[in-house]
């Protein structure tokens, strides 16, 4: 088990230097789409051709870690080439060093994401690991989405924003947070209440622990999607 954490944890260093965030200031959505297409296609197909029965998990962490390899590699390769007839500059060393507290914030979520599951693992038995895992999947699934999508659509936006006016930056935050208050309160209360069923739905009967866990860790994902505006400016 301490030899697979070792595997998963050496994701941190492709994780570090996946340049997506330097597109996505750029507003090139288009490579920052192809390199997710090419994590996800890499990560399925090593699935496929190495991952075949439960006894496989180091094979599983390994191919995880190497999902995040070549594009890694790839946004690497674009960034030292990046140049235009506008007069961009080719990336050099300085600016990702000033870019270095957004990598770091990026590999911090990392860790915010998956400590929950170690500290069970550490001090619970496998069988509550996998209660709590039915539970905080779903709902990490959720988080990554909000703080994915929500960083790609707002970032050029407040940029722009932000460069108009300033009244016009703090009107458009405020505006923001509203809508996600009225998304997220919702969804949290809706959740909260139907936690039973909507796990009786998702996973066989055996579950019934990972409820309350579900209905508590649901409301991280909602603040998550108020703080990532937030994040985002």
Request: with cysteine; proline share 3%.
């Amino acid at each position: 088990e301490q030899s697979l954490t070792l595997v998963v944890g050496l994701s941190v260093f492709p994780l570090a230097f996946l340049l997506e965030w330097f597109f996505q200031g750029l507003e090139r959505f288009v490579i920052v789409m192809v390199s997710r297409l090419v994590r996800g296609i890499t990560y399925l197909g090593l699935l496929t051709l190495f991952v075949h029965t439960n006894t496989d998990a180091m094979r599983s962490a390994i191919v995880f870690v190497a999902s995040y390899c070549l594009p890694t590699l790839i946004l690497l390769w674009l960034s030292r080439r990046w140049h235009s007839a506008g007069g961009r500059k080719t990336v050099n060393l300085s600016l990702l060093v000033l870019a270095l507290p957004i990598g770091l914030s990026a590999l911090l979520n990392q860790v915010n994401f998956n400590f929950g599951t170690l500290a069970v693992g550490m001090f619970h038995t496998h069988v509550a690991v996998g209660e709590y895992s039915a539970a905080n999947r779903i709902v990490l699934f959720v988080e990554s989405f909000i703080a994915t999508n929500v960083v790609v659509v707002l970032l050029p936006l407040l940029s722009r924003k932000f460069k108009e006016s300033t009244s016009n930056f703090t009107s458009l935050i405020r505006y923001l947070i509203r809508m996600a208050l009225l998304v997220a309160l919702p969804i949290g209360i809706s959740v909260t209440l139907l936690a039973a069923s909507l796990l009786h739905v998702l996973y066989p009967v055996g579950y019934d622990d990972a409820i309350p866990v579900f209905q508590i860790s649901i409301w991280a994902a909602m603040i998550v999607l108020v703080r990532s505006i937030y994040d985002t400016c």
